[in-house]
C-alpha cells in the first residue's frame, strides 16, 4: 500500500494550497482518510478526516471554515484544500488511510488508528 501526498509549498498568509493523496495498493473506496500535521517540536495533531463513502466529514477547531477535506474513490485520491493559511500552519502534511468505520467520531482523530501513512508534503505559510 503507498501513499503519495502533494502539494504543498510556500505560500504567504491568507494564501491557500490544495494538497493531495493518491492511493494505491488497496481499495480506497473502503476506507477512511485523514490528514494530520506535524511541526517542528510538536506532536503530531488531527487536522481532518472523510468517510469511505465522503458522507461525513470531521475537522480540528483551528482549521474549521477555512480547509475542507474531499476524496474521489474513482481516482483513488484524496484532497485538503487550505484556504485563509496562517503561519501557525506551518508543518508537514500527511495523509493516513484507516478503517472503513470507527465506532465513535473520536477515533477519526486518533493517528493510532490509521494503518497506513504517506511521506508528508511540507506547507510553509510565512507572515
Known amino acids: 500500500v503507498q501513499l503519495q501526498a502533494s502539494g504543498g509549498g510556500l505560500v504567504q498568509a491568507g494564501g491557500s494550497l490544495r494538497l493531495s493523496c493518491a492511493v494505491s495498493?488497496?481499495?480506497?473506496?473502503?476506507?477512511?482518510i485523514a490528514w494530520f500535521r506535524q511541526a517542528p517540536g510538536k506532536e503530531r495533531e488531527f487536522v481532518a478526516a472523510i468517510t469511505w463513502s465522503g458522507g461525513s466529514t470531521n475537522y480540528a477547531d483551528s482549521v474549521k471554515g477555512r480547509f475542507t477535506i474531499s476524496r474521489d474513490n474513482a481516482k483513488n485520491t484524496a484532497y485538503l484544500q487550505m484556504n485563509s493559511l496562517k503561519p501557525e500552519d506551518t508543518a508537514v502534511y500527511y495523509c493516513a488511510l484507516g478503517a472503513r468505520v470507527y465506532s465513535s467520531n473520536y477515533l477519526y482523530t486518533v493517528p493510532s488508528a490509521y494503518k497506513y501513512w504517506g511521506q508528508g508534503t511540507q506547507v510553509t505559510v510565512s507572515s
Open positions: 495498493g488497496l481499495t480506497f473506496g473502503n476506507s477512511a
